[in-house]
């Protein structure tokens, strides 16, 4: 491209386009202008950015070099507004290459965000945080049509209500906007799943089956917890004597959880990308199983100057799975009672505040004293009394009472069969969701809201009076009592009954903690 004294005779040009920037979860509209004043030539990027903004430079400055673009003999300036949000990303590479190489048209664009990486050849590529943005920016109701690699609508297509215009290079979409031939797509991807829908809402869900429930042999008990910890998302502790099942159990709830929607398919995928993994878009809740020795930032998150996702955001909308439960640090097992009260995850340091979605369901597992044989009837258990008590008062009073269900697993006998399978525990789950949904719960019964509970979980007059019964003999807590009447809620569920009776309360009852003297 070609400058004439015409254009160096202007005092300065001004133009400017939109993109966009990630805080925390959250995106950030990003107004990113270039202007072209007399002077030494230079090119500067100023706005509080990041060391791989800086980097563009070099890589916009190749790409239009390489497709017969030249520089101005100006000094390039370009400003990303505003000046007080940190940016990060190499997805501003295309806007800022674009306001260079229409640097003889008069443009202000705002109406359409341009993302994309560059190669230095001028190919225009995609990146981990595309997907995280141009979701947070629809949600927000701020994006309508954006530019995009086209590489990368291989899975925004999934993202509907935005116009998307696919390029492949940086000539390409200089040439649209010359030419003001913003050709879109809507093309919407379909996911590969079933689904059904309850007052214009569709669910999905799949149906297949990797590991089975009927491998487990015996623990009816077990199972029959799990299958009501599943069906309302209730959080889940087994404790038994290694090799029982505990693990075998937990590994089989992904197949069994319930229908998602697709807002809640599409938030899973945006954590997958933060986390550097690219999603496979299925209709199955997320499974995660940190091991004990994982650090308080890893399961958390945390970074110094940016902070990165953790284990449980990761587990957003799925299980989050403690093995070894008491193994886990006193911080990293205090810290988890904010998510499992609030659903979120608050990271704070000194050059960020992030807050994280973290609506899990959580499970635990754990022996019953160190050497794990206390419960057995054939080995003889090595811990003396103070040894299990330091072992059990691990886990705090307050961390125990947001658990809902607590189940004490028997011992394998040679006599144990497989009683249920996962595609029979699947057909029941998904008949308790839709009661769920019919009744107009935006929540599953585990994550009711307080004022929820009374609208939706309503009991019998027997039911009712064993509850105040049981108040009084284990002075329950408010908590505790709002726990006993959803766990009660997603058993009627099962039972197919409207109300909570009587035999749906007590075995709630059951699944409570037992004090231990």
């Known amino acids: 491209m070609?400058?004439?004294?015409?254009?160096?005779?202007?005092?300065?040009?001004?133009?400017?386009?939109?993109?966009?920037?990630?805080?925390?979860?959250?995106?950030?509209?990003?107004?990113?202008?270039?202007?072209?004043?007399?002077?030494?030539?230079?090119?500067?990027?100023?706005?509080?950015?990041?060391?791989?903004?800086q980097e563009a430079k070099e890589r916009a400055k190749s790409a239009l070099l390489t497709n017969g673009f030249k520089f101005p003999p100006l000094k390039v300036t370009i400003n990303l507004s505003p000046s007080d949000i940190r940016k990060s990303g190499t997805?501003?590479?295309?806007?800022?290459?674009?306001?260079?190489?229409?640097?003889?048209?008069?443009?202000?664009?705002?109406?359409?965000?341009?993302?994309?990486?560059?190669?230095?050849?001028?190919?225009?590529?995609?990146?981990?945080?595309?997907?995280?943005?141009?979701?947070?920016?629809?949600?927000?109701g701020l994006l309508k049509r954006a530019v995009v690699p086209k590489e990368a609508m291989e899975y925004l297509s999934y993202i509907a209500g935005v116009e998307f215009i696919p390029v492949s290079s940086l000539d390409e979409t200089i040439n649209i906007f010359k030419t003001n031939s913003f050709t879109s797509t809507t093309k919407r991807f379909n996911y590969k799943a079933k689904s059904f829908i309850i007052d214009n809402q569709r669910y999905f869900y799949d149906n297949s089956i990797e590991s089975d429930f009927i491998d487990i042999k015996g623990q009816s008990i077990a199972k029959r917890a799990s299958i009501v910890a599943s069906a309302g998302m209730h959080n889940f502790l087994?404790?038994?004597?290694?090799?029982?099942?505990?693990?075998?159990?937990?590994?089989?709830?992904?197949?069994?959880?319930?229908?998602?929607?697709?807002?809640?398919?599409?938030?899973?995928?945006?954590?997958?990308?933060?986390?550097?993994?690219?999603?496979?878009?299925?209709?199955?809740?997320?499974?995660?199983?940190?091991?004990?020795?994982?650090?308080?930032?890893?399961?958390?998150?945390?970074?110094?100057?940016r902070a990165k996702i953790g284990e449980v955001a990761l587990a957003h909308n799925g299980v989050l799975f403690f093995d070894e439960l008491p193994h886990f640090s006193k911080n990293v097992l205090e810290a988890l009672r904010e998510p499992l009260q609030d659903r979120v995850v608050n990271i704070s340091r000194v050059n960020s505040k992030v807050k994280y979605d973290a609506d899990i369901m959580f499970v635990g597992a754990m022996n019953p004293c160190p050497c794990g044989n206390l419960l057995s009837k054939r080995k003889v258990c090595r811990c003396s009394k103070r040894e299990i008590k330091r072992y059990k008062n691990r886990l705090s009073d307050p961390f125990l009472d947001r658990i809902d269900i607590f189940v004490v697993m028997q011992e394998i006998s040679p006599t144990d069969r497989g009683d249920i399978s996962s595609k029979e525990i699947k057909n029941m789950i998904n008949l308790a969701f839709k009661l769920q949904k019919s009744r107009g719960q935006s929540r599953l019964n585990g994550k009711l809201?307080?004022?929820?509970?009374?609208?939706?979980?309503?009991?019998?007059?027997?039911?009712?009076?064993?509850?105040?019964?049981?108040?009084?003999?284990?002075?329950?807590?408010?908590?505790a009592i709002e726990s006993i009447k959803k766990v009660s809620r997603t058993i009627a569920d099962l039972d197919n009954s409207k109300d909570i009776e009587k035999k749906h309360l007590l075995e709630a009852l059951s699944y409570r903690r037992r004090d231990e003297n």
Do not use: W
């Not at 202007?10 to 386009?17: F, R, T, Y």
């Not at 048209?105 to 965000?113: C, K, L, P, T």
């Not at 878009?281 to 650090?295: D, L, N, Q, Y």
């Open 91 to 140: 997805h501003f590479d295309l806007v800022m290459a674009l306001l260079i190489g229409l640097y003889k048209n008069r443009i202000e664009r705002r109406d359409i965000f341009i993302f994309g990486e560059l190669g230095l050849d001028g190919r225009v590529k995609s990146s981990s945080t595309l997907f995280p943005i141009i979701l947070s920016l629809k949600e927000q």
């Open 238 to 305: 087994m404790e038994g004597n290694p090799g029982c099942g505990k693990s075998m159990i937990a590994k089989r709830l992904k197949d069994i959880l319930p229908p998602l929607m697709e807002n809640e398919m599409l938030s899973i995928a945006k954590h997958q990308f933060l986390d550097g993994t690219t999603p496979d878009f299925i209709a199955k809740r997320p499974v995660r199983s940190p091991h004990h020795t994982a650090t308080l930032a890893s399961i958390f998150g945390g970074g110094s100057h």
């Open 449 to 479: 809201e307080t004022k929820d509970v009374e609208k939706f979980c309503k009991l019998s007059k027997d039911a009712n009076n064993t509850l105040n019964i049981a108040v009084e003999r284990f002075a329950l807590s408010h908590r």
């Open 2 to 53: 070609k400058y004439n004294n015409s254009i160096l005779d202007k005092k300065n040009i001004l133009n400017s386009l939109s993109c966009a920037t990630l805080d925390g979860l959250s995106a950030k509209p990003i107004e990113v202008e270039a202007t072209f004043t007399k002077g030494l030539p230079n090119f500067l990027i100023v706005g509080l950015v990041s060391s791989d903004i």
